[in-house]
């Protein structure tokens, strides 16, 4: 599109986009930023920002919470484009307006008790005319379903497993509910309980890590754009790094929405290229199975197929597809001296593993790229492996397998876990050395749990690139 034209049509937007009447926010221009278009309500603080070349941002913050609940950036396309993303961000805001302002979550052995005090708790709620929402679950499926939850209340006979729900979900308020409330079914204590439960919560845990930096001298005159596609609770996220060619992060940022399509990283990076022109390559990193240089992966909604030669020839660039997690122990590695040989096991909640493999300094591949495929053993277990990856025990035990797996076939020095659901590396390390008794091995990988898989992501995903 013109330039020239592209400017009207984004005046046209901006002036649609200030005769939105809704009757469930409040739209003004900033007081205090001319370029800027702020959208609030009770629920939810939002803005739209028109910066220079037509790139227009949208952002909308929950009040409750203080976290981002989408965000992204685009270069000005067409009004039917730009409506449409507009209208994304519409549905946001309604989503956290029709949210309860306290989603409570009661869970039982089997979720049968729970499910007939939470069909009591709901007729409570409805008669006085609370802004709560009450559901039930068996101790089998809590992990899967706890995150879209603010309080999670352990009937007495699961109440054992307060303080490993509580490690796993950080800065979620778990609650013992007493005995004497669930026996009796009494919903107004139950209530009462919650509500002043949640006056002394406190939100401890931020996650917020430090960017990692490479260890590993890497010789390069390339300036990478490092892109990381990755779903966390009920968001999904383009996270982008660009770093120059001696490795220092010139620019860091994120995307937020509840899915992505192939049209939102086209349009991050669209606007991303556009303003950083000193972009040599683009390396993206992504869940899923290597295939002729492409990541067939299932978090791009739609697909997407042949991504590797759209981006060659849409940015007459380098391009770089890369499996998230042979990025990670790359990454891993890269960031310290001590070992070099190991393993990155990433064991989600729900769903199948990955793995990548260094030894001696180098990322195994294998054949088609199938190297660290873990979900291809035929590992013997107690359950179905899905089953299994929904508890703290049962992940244990597939980590365990994996693990024993690794060690059978490359018997790295060190092997890196990320798993939300394994609480302690010690007892992987035990279950290893139980396991291993049988032939007097004296010497064992070390087992290393790490609480963030991102940073290692996207500085493998520089490394790979740019060592290229």
Same mark, same amino acid.
């Given at each position: 599109?013109?330039?020239?034209?592209?400017?009207?049509?984004?005046?046209?937007?901006?002036?649609?986009?200030?005769?939105?009447?809704?009757?469930?926010?409040?739209?003004?221009?900033?007081?205090?930023?001319?370029?800027?278009?702020?959208?609030?309500?009770?629920?939810?603080?939002?803005?739209?920002?028109?910066?220079?070349?037509?790139?227009?941002?949208?952002?909308?913050?929950?009040?409750?919470?203080?976290?981002?609940?989408?965000?992204?950036?685009?270069?000005?396309?067409?009004?039917?484009?730009?409506?449409?993303?507009?209208?994304?961000?519409?549905?946001?805001?309604?989503?956290?307006?029709?949210?309860?302002?306290?989603?409570?979550?009661?869970?039982?052995?089997?979720?049968?008790t729970t499910a007939f005090f939470a069909d009591k708790i709901k007729n409570g709620i409805k008669v006085l005319n609370l802004n709560m929402?009450?559901?039930?679950?068996?101790?089998?499926?809590?992990?899967?379903?706890?995150?879209?939850?603010?309080v999670i209340l352990l009937a007495p006979q699961v109440s054992y497993v307060k303080l490993q729900v509580e490690k796993v979900f950080k800065?979620?308020?778990?609650?013992?509910?007493?005995?004497?409330?669930?026996?009796?079914?009494?919903?107004?204590?139950?209530?009462?309980?919650?509500?002043?439960?949640?006056?002394?919560?406190?939100?401890?845990?931020?996650?917020?890590?430090?960017?990692?930096?490479?260890?590993?001298?890497?010789?390069?005159?390339?300036?990478?754009?490092?892109?990381?596609?990755?779903?966390?609770?009920?968001?999904?996220?383009?996270?982008?790094?660009?770093?120059?060619?001696?490795?220092?992060?010139?620019?860091?940022?994120?995307?937020?929405?509840?899915?992505?399509?192939?049209?939102?990283?086209?349009?991050?990076?669209?606007?991303?290229?556009?303003?950083?022109?000193?972009?040599?390559?683009?390396? #993206?990193?992504?869940?899923?199975?290597?295939?002729?240089?492409? %990541? *067939?992966?299932? /978090? &791009?909604?739609?697909? +997407?197929?042949?991504?590797?030669?759209?981006?060659?020839?849409?940015?007459?660039?380098?391009?770089?597809?890369?499996?998230?997690?042979?990025?990670?122990?790359?990454?891993?590695?890269?960031?310290?001296?001590?070992?070099?040989?190991?393993?990155?096991?990433?064991?989600?909640?729900?769903?199948?593993?990955?793995?990548?493999?260094?030894?001696?300094?180098?990322?195994?591949?294998?054949?088609?790229?199938?190297?660290?495929?873990?979900?291809?053993?035929?590992?013997?277990?107690?359950?179905?492996?899905?089953?299994?990856?929904?508890?703290?025990?049962?992940?244990?035990?597939?980590?365990?397998?994996?693990?024993?797996?690794?060690?059978?076939?490359?018997?790295?020095?060190?092997?890196?876990?990320?798993?939300?659901?394994?609480?302690?590396?010690?007892?992987?390390?035990?279950? #290893?050395?139980?396991?291993?008794?049988?032939?007097?091995?004296? %010497? *064992?990988?070390? /087992? &290393?749990?790490?609480? +963030?898989?991102?940073?290692?992501?996207?500085?493998?995903?520089?490394?790979?690139?740019?060592?290229?």
């Amino acid at each position: 599109m013109d330039d020239f034209l592209r400017e009207i049509q984004t005046s046209l937007f901006r002036e649609w986009i200030n005769n939105q009447k809704k009757d469930y926010y409040h739209l003004h221009q900033s007081e205090t930023d001319p370029d800027a278009i702020i959208i609030e309500n009770e629920y939810c603080y939002s803005y739209v920002t028109f910066n220079p070349q037509c790139i227009i941002e949208l952002c909308v913050m929950n009040k409750r919470t203080d976290e981002m609940a989408f965000y992204l950036h685009f270069q000005f396309k067409t009004l039917k484009h730009a409506i449409s993303l507009f209208e994304e961000m519409d549905q946001c805001i309604k989503k956290m307006i029709d949210q309860p302002i306290c989603r409570l979550l009661l869970c039982c052995s089997g979720g049968m008790t729970t499910a007939f005090f939470a069909d009591k708790i709901k007729n409570g709620i409805k008669v006085l005319n609370l802004n709560m929402e009450v559901a039930a679950t068996s101790y089998q499926k809590i992990y899967n379903v706890a995150q879209n939850y603010d309080v999670i209340l352990l009937a007495p006979q699961v109440s054992y497993v307060k303080l490993q729900v509580e490690k796993v979900f950080k800065n979620k308020l778990v609650l013992k509910i007493p005995t004497q409330i669930f026996a009796s079914y009494n919903v107004g204590a139950l209530i009462t309980f919650v509500e002043e439960s949640l006056k002394h919560k406190e939100n401890k845990y931020n996650g917020y890590v430090e960017p990692l930096a490479s260890m590993m001298e890497i010789k390069t005159n390339k300036n990478v754009l490092a892109v990381s596609i990755n779903a966390n609770g009920e968001n999904s996220h383009i996270s982008y790094r660009l770093y120059n060619s001696h490795q220092d992060i010139v620019l860091d940022s994120n995307i937020i929405k509840s899915n992505i399509k192939l049209q939102d990283v086209l349009d991050a990076l669209d606007t991303v290229v556009l303003q950083n022109e000193m972009i040599d390559v683009i390396s #993206i990193a992504l869940p899923g199975v290597m295939v002729e240089g492409n %990541v *067939y992966s299932g /978090i &791009i909604e739609g697909g +997407n197929h042949q991504l590797k030669e759209r981006l060659e020839k849409r940015y007459e660039k380098e391009i770089y597809l890369i499996n998230d997690v042979n990025a990670a122990v790359v990454g891993y590695y890269a960031s310290q001296n001590e070992y070099k040989s190991l393993a990155f096991l990433f064991q989600p909640i729900g769903r199948m593993a990955g793995s990548g493999i260094v030894v001696n300094g180098q990322l195994v591949r294998g054949m088609d790229h199938l190297a660290g495929e873990v979900a291809l053993l035929p590992l013997k277990l107690s359950d179905s492996y899905l089953n299994l990856a929904n508890t703290p025990e049962g992940t244990l035990e597939l980590v365990t397998k994996n693990i024993m797996s690794i060690i059978a076939i490359v018997s790295p020095e060190a092997i890196v876990v990320y798993s939300d659901l394994i609480l302690d590396s010690q007892d992987v390390s035990d279950e #290893i050395k139980k396991s291993l008794s049988q032939y007097s091995l004296k %010497v *064992y990988p070390k /087992i &290393i749990k790490v609480e +963030n898989i991102l940073e290692y992501i996207l500085l493998g995903t520089m490394i790979l690139s740019a060592k290229e």
